[in-house]
């Protein structure tokens, strides 16, 4: 997660579905998905505007996506 102006952003919540992670020190999260598909990705933190991006997501097992 970053601010508008690509700064990392710590402790904002990224909620996929019920699902909900903190970031990291270093803007970063992990969400563990089941099958591929569309996800909608909310963020958000006090003093900033929220933000939401749908990302489609194909994957082998074990792979990372970087939204970025």
Not at 8 to 24: C, D, H, T
């Amino acid at each position: 997660v970053v601010d508008e102006k690509g700064k990392e952003l710590a402790e904002a919540v990224v909620q996929i579905g019920s699902e909900e992670k903190v970031s990291g020190a270093d803007g970063s999260f992990l969400f563990i998905l089941s099958r591929d598909g569309n996800y909608a990705i909310n963020a958000s933190k006090t003093g900033y505007f929220s933000s939401r991006k749908t990302v489609a997501v194909s994957l082998a097992k074990g792979g990372t996506l970087n939204s970025g």
